[in-house]
């Protein structure tokens, strides 16, 4: 490790088999914490390359744990983290909005290593339990629409590193890696970035895969449609800017859609939203991210459309029975 620091200190860059390696020795449990921390400090202090991405994204896929959801199509929704906004779990909200419309949703997840609350601590305070078994995962997706896959059951490297990140408290590269290894590889994919150059990067890779994807970042730094800003949205098909009157109705305040000062906080929060109490704002946030991944599957003519089943999800109650659903078949 002492080489590749030396390397990268003198501004240089890892090619793709290089980074690959790298990551499979962090598995294996080769470096110490001190190395392991001073290697992701470099890309605190410099952008990552397109290929030292896609050799880290190789590495956790070739050791990951795979699960087969035999032909369900299911979509991701996921943000990159890492925007230092505190908000609420509001893309872990939308996963149940388009589950209860009837859209299956295999959730890839990970406790908050620069957040107070990521969406495995409100997963794991709501009731679920974290697996790995497939047989368990395919009965939730069947039953319920949706399972959730914890990142650090699924990926050894991010379970090694996993008590490094929280200790750093920043953002990191692998805020970055955690949308691209989802381990039922999903069909489609909604994906939150936290910057137009993070949003440059995923296009580039996910146009090399044969999922239909949308990336979306709001123009002042959310990694998700906020409704406090423009959102850049990007297709396969192309890109453009949307306004909150077009995505939700409405313009919100930042201030509007704070998350909680601890797990137990951001889980109430959950829960109201869910049951139908949470404010005009914070519901808008929610239906204007699930609209565009329900949106994202190409079931719907228009965004419009996609709209009308994400309100009708949550008006109606079923966004809620699916999360009773999911937390009913852990016992």
Known sequence: MKKILQFLFEHKTLDRQS???VLLNISKGIYNESEIASFITVYLMRSITIEELQG???ALLELCVRINL??????????????????????TLACF????????????????????????????????????????LKKEVEEANICFLHAPLFHPALKTVGPIRKNLGVRTFFNMLGPMVNPAFPQFQLVGVY???MARIYNYLLQQTERSFTIIHSLDGYD????????KVITNEGEKIMTPEQLGKRTVSAQDIQGGNSVEESAKIFSKILKRDGSWAQNAVVLANAAMSLHCTGNYLDYDEAYAAAVE?????????TLKKLIELQW
Do not use: C, P
Not at 224 to 231: G, K, Q, V
Not at 313 to 321: F, I, N, P, T, V
């Open 97 to 136: 909005i388009v589950a209860g419309a009837g859209q299956r949703v295999a959730k890839h997840g990970n406790y908050g290593a620069s957040s107070i609350s990521g969406a495995s601590n409100v997963m794991e305070r709501l009731g679920y339990k974290f697996k790995n078994d497939q047989g368990q």
């Open 313 to 321: 999800s949550l008006e109606s109650g079923r966004a809620d029975e």
């Open 56 to 58: 880290f994204q190789e």
């Open 19 to 21: 980074a690959k390696d």
């Open 70 to 91: 035999d032909g369900y199509s299911v979509i991701d929704i996921v943000g990159t983290g890492g925007d230092g906004k505190n908000t609420f779990n509001i893309s």
């Open 195 to 197: 910057n137009l150059e």
């Open 224 to 231: 998700e449609i906020s409704l406090t800003n423009d959102t």
